[in-house]
């Protein structure tokens, strides 16, 4: 893996905590420095309460005071990539706006889009 924000989201995917669906999902976030911040799904009994993997790497970020960023990876086992899901879309349109997005399955499969493509018509802080 040439790129090592793949490699990173690849990594963080052996980390996922999904015992209930056992999909295992790694995300991998760039800042602006180029400093890396991982995450991966965090399950819970009360299925509502589940965490995606780029949720976990945004608050991750977010938390440490990290406010521009780069790009996204996420690493999930599905020949048809994986893609963020609804919710993490829109997490991920108010912290880093209009990101680049590197889809990876651990054969090394890769595809790359913007969020913008994903998340056309976003509703954010300009409608308040
Ligand atoms: N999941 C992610 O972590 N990211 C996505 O973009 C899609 C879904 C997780 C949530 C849950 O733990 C499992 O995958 C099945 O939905």
Redesign the pocket.
């Known amino acids: 893996m040439d790129d090592p924000l793949l490699s990173a989201a690849l990594a963080a995917r052996r980390h996922?905590f999904?015992p209930?669906?056992k999909?295992?999902?790694g995300?991998a976030l760039q800042d602006s420095d180029g400093r890396i911040h991982t995450?991966?799904?965090?399950?819970n009994a009360t299925y509502g309460l589940?965490?995606?993997?780029?949720?976990?790497a945004v608050f991750k970020a977010i938390s440490e005071g990290v406010r521009q960023f780069r790009r996204i990876a996420?690493a999930?086992d599905t020949e048809d990539l994986?893609?963020?899901?609804g919710a993490?879309r829109q997490i991920l349109w108010e912290f880093c706006g209009d990101l680049e997005i590197l889809l990876v399955n651990p054969r090394g499969k890769t595809e790359t889009c913007r969020l913008r493509e994903l998340f056309p018509k976003p509703f954010d802080v300009r409608y308040l």
């Open positions: 996922a999904a209930f669906s999909f295992q999902v995300a995450g991966c799904n965090v399950e589940t965490l995606c993997a780029e949720r976990v996420v999930a994986t893609p963020p899901c993490c």
